[in-house]
């Protein structure tokens, strides 16, 4: 199989030279996408503040008085920094990808390579799924949880609003953003874990019912210290992991028609 490999011998300093141009690509990436983003830092901001808008109005309020305020003069001016530096990671991460890919493939077979570019297209996409769910439902559904906690000034009662800091509301929505993103990356995990030959189908489906326990845990961990969100982020990773037990089944299905392929080509040369 050594003739199914690319990468040729080559000396220490060689592998260095080309891991420093690899990350060298993926750094400019990353400097220029900044650039862009940070320029554009107050539209993407507005386009992040959208989610918010939507809560606002399920919450029955004037859209008009949504705000969010910041209570330090550089807050605002970091919080940009932020966004451009999360946008830029977005735009910047096929090429990222790429040139991870083209420094470790090489060393792999044809046909490891061939079993890898799938992932390499599903994992983007799984993230973006997972982003687009937080953008979309999940962040409106927790505003709404937190504007609906309001209290109107009354007999007896004093005016209580909310009005979230931008540097608070831009963590909520990257925290739910990249919690999401890598809970979704579950299926493609342990499919190629699967494919490796470390798991099966069989003992995930056995392991199913501590899973739901550590999906709740991890949920605690990294979401906001709220039951929507938690139960938000560990219901759809349940959900997956019973993505991922059919995904490695049809990964076992796969490689035993194989194999049984093989065996029959091989008694009937």
Not at 2 to 21: C, Y
Not at 70 to 88: I, L, M, R, S
Not at 188 to 208: C, D
């Amino acid at each position: 199989m050594s003739g199914d490999i690319d990468d040729k011998p080559q000396p220490l300093i060689e592998h260095l030279i080309e891991l420093r141009s690899r990350l060298m690509w993926a750094l400019g990436a990353f400097f220029v996408a900044f650039l862009v983003c940070f320029y554009f830092a107050k539209p993407l901001f507005n386009l992040l503040v959208v989610p918010y808008k939507w809560a606002v109005v399920w919450a029955g309020l004037d859209v008009t008085k949504a705000e969010l305020i910041y209570t330090a003069p550089q807050e605002f001016f970091f919080t940009q920094v932020k966004v451009a530096a999360f946008g830029a990671m977005v735009i910047a991460f096929p090429v990222i990808a790429s040139q991870v890919y083209k420094f470790v493939a090489p060393g792999l077979y044809k046909n490891e390579r061939a079993a890898f570019l799938p992932f390499l297209v599903a994992s983007p996409a799984l993230f973006l799924l997972g982003a687009s769910l937080v953008y979309f439902f999940f962040t409106p559904m927790v505003m709404w949880f937190f504007l609906a906690m309001q209290q109107s000034p009354g007999e007896g009662e004093v005016a209580i609003s909310l009005l979230p800091k931008v540097s608070e509301y831009l963590s909520l929505i990257m925290t739910l953003v990249f919690s999401f993103g890598l809970v979704f990356q579950l299926p493609v995990i342990t499919t190629l874990l699967v494919r490796v030959g470390i798991l099966e189908s069989q003992w995930l489906a056995e392991k199913r019912k501590y899973f739901i326990v550590v999906a709740f845990v991890v949920a605690a961990v990294l979401t906001p210290p709220d039951p929507l969100s938690q139960i938000g982020l560990a219901l759809p990773t349940i959900l997956l992991y019973e993505v991922a037990i059919y995904a490695a089944r049809l990964v076992e299905r796969n490689r035993a028609k194989s194999a049984t392929a093989e065996v029959v080509s091989t008694q009937t040369e």
